[in-house]
C-alpha cells in the first residue's frame, strides 16, 4: 500500500468517481441534474482533501485501488476546512439539499465512538480491475494500519452486495438506517 500525496488527487478522483456512479449513499448527496457526473468528481474531489487534512489516502501497488481514511478526532475547523465545506454545498450537494445531508450527516456521527477512531470513507478500485484482490489486500492494509494505531474501523455502505465482504474481513453490522435507502452501519473492533 502506497500513501498518496497530493500529485495522486487525480487519480483518486477518477477511481473513486467511477466506482460510486451508482451509489445510492452518494447520490443522496450529490444534486440530481444534467451535472450529476461532474458533482460526484468534485464530492471525490472534498474527500480527498479532507482526508489528506485529517486523516490518510492509500493506494493499492498498482495504482487501481485507493481507500479514504479520516481519523475524526484529528479533524479541525480551519479556513481551508470551511471553504472546503462552502465549495461541497454549492458545487456538490446544493443549498435546496443542505438540510437533508447536514441530517443524515448529524445522524451517523451520533452512532460512532466517543474514543478514537478510523474512518474508512472511501475504498475502491478501477471497475475494470475490481475481482482481482486489489480490494483485498488494500482492505487488509488499511486494517493493519489501523492494529498498528489501536483504532477500531467504521463506515457505512449502501451496497447490499458489499456486506458479505465486509464482513470476510471481520466488520459486523451495528446499525441500520433509512434515508430512503438503507444504510448499513460497520465497525471492526
Known sequence: MLKADYSDKRRVVDILSRSFDDNKSVNY???????????IRKLMEYSFDICYLFGGIFLSEDKEGCALVVMPDKKRTT???????????????????????????????KLHPKLPFYYLWFIGVEPADQNNGIGTKLMNDVINKAKMNHRPIYLETSTLKNIPWYEKFGFAVYNKLNFGYELFCMKKV
Open 79 to 109: 479556513l481551508k476546512s470551511i471553504f472546503l465545506d462552502v465549495k461541497l454545498v454549492l458545487s456538490v450537494i446544493g443549498l435546496s439539499n443542505i438540510k437533508k445531508a447536514m441530517k443524515r450527516e448529524s445522524i451517523v456521527n
Open 29 to 39: 448527496f450529490v444534486k440530481q441534474d444534467r451535472k450529476r457526473t461532474q458533482r
